[in-house]
């Protein structure tokens, strides 16, 4: 029978600066003046329109992805905050993490955010070489990376990530292990590590320069990771690490198959109905200005749908997958409906072939499963 999961926030500000030629999320160079108050207005409506699918739910965290959320002034974000708390409520403890790119001109002061009720910052630092920021098109240099993570530090944030890419055009081992320990030396809580992929409707896509081959990136990521383990850092899940207890709660929330409400142009929310018996997706409209204009409505929604029992399944293993802790049993039937036993036999497949361990409660990659962790997801495919 489903449950309540934990509840979630994600807030979608799709504005920036410059399009990355990687980036393949929602994101829209600004063109002229931001639209924060309209746009504001807009979230708000929308945070309305999906409270009837969640009465008496508390918000364990806030998201605010882009885009550049760092665009927005900490007085928007205070006025924002205020407005989701009166409508919403918010555990004591909740996380509130802001991402920020390193540039100077893109966000308020730190300070300024903190006091507006962020208390978490992700910031996307990418590489500390000035030669990969400029072959990825970053439009920050390693100075204002090193003056942001100063003025975080200033500020009192002692809860910040920073993102790393490896993989890079023309990186090599040691540039990419110089990354780490840069990062390494600035003292974060939580570094997100992942690899450059060409995602299809990029410009690196269409132009695809020049990127280390698989075997390459490969010694690049366990050697990284190893250099990141001996320096207190845990692995969690396929692209984060922490140090002790300072994971990312929405990360692991979406990770672990909770809810999570999605406002904002181009947002996706999952939302659990155990009444209804059905897990449903609603996915905002895209165009920032089309969504502002239809925002409270259910006119601003491109989709809106019920999650098959067959595609519950497939999500809860496709991410619950991702965490070193594996798989939790206990909260299959809770987050899908069904019973484990509609999923032991392939469950046993994955023991049988050396990718799992049954601890138990747990499902738990072995290191060969989480080497392969697409084979691992595949063999609960729909």
Known sequence: MLELPPLALYVHLPWCVRKCPYCDFNSHPLKGS?????????????????????????????????????????????RLLSGCRARLPFSPRA???????????????????????INRVSLGVQSFSERALAAIGRIHGRNEVLRAIGSLRAAGFDNFNLDLMFGLPGQDL???????????????????????????????????????????????????????????????????WARPGRECVHNLNY?????????????????TLPMEGTVRRRIR???????????????????????????????FFLNQL??????RKSEFEARTGLAWTTVADRAAELVSRGLALDEGGSLTPTELGWRFGNESQAVFLP
Not at 95 to 117: C, K, M, W
Not at 322 to 327: A, E, I, S
């Open 255 to 271: 990770w672990a198959c909770g809810d999570y409400l999605g406002i904002g142009a181009g947002a996706h929310g999952k939302i």
């Open 34 to 78: 931001l639209p924060a108050e309209q746009y504001i207005d807009a979230l708000l409506k929308d945070l309305e329109l999906e409270l009837p699918l969640v009465w008496g739910r508390v918000v364990q965290c806030v998201f605010f992805g882009g885009g550049t959320p760092s665009l927005f002034k900490a007085a928007h974000f205070e």
């Open 322 to 327: 991702r965490l070193r802790r594996g798989v």
């Open 95 to 117: 996380e509130i993490t802001l991402e920020a790119n390193p540039g100077t001109v893109e966000h308020d002061s730190f300070s300024a955010y903190r006091a507006a009720g």
């Open 285 to 315: 409209t895209r165009h920032p200005t089309a969504w502002m204009n239809k925002a409270g409505d259910s006119a601003s929604l491109a989709d809106d749908y019920p999650v098959s029992p067959e595609d519950r399944v497939f999500e």
């Open 174 to 240: 040691a540039e990419a292990l110089e990354d780490v320990r840069r990062a390494i030396d600035s003292a974060p809580a939580h570094i997100s590590h992942y690899q450059l992929t060409l995602e299809p409707n990029t410009a690196f896509c269409a132009d695809p320069p020049a990127l280390p081959d698989q075997e390459a990136a490969w010694e690049m990521q366990e050697a990284c990771g190893e250099l990141l383990a001996h320096a207190g850092f845990a692995q969690y899940e396929v692209s984060a």
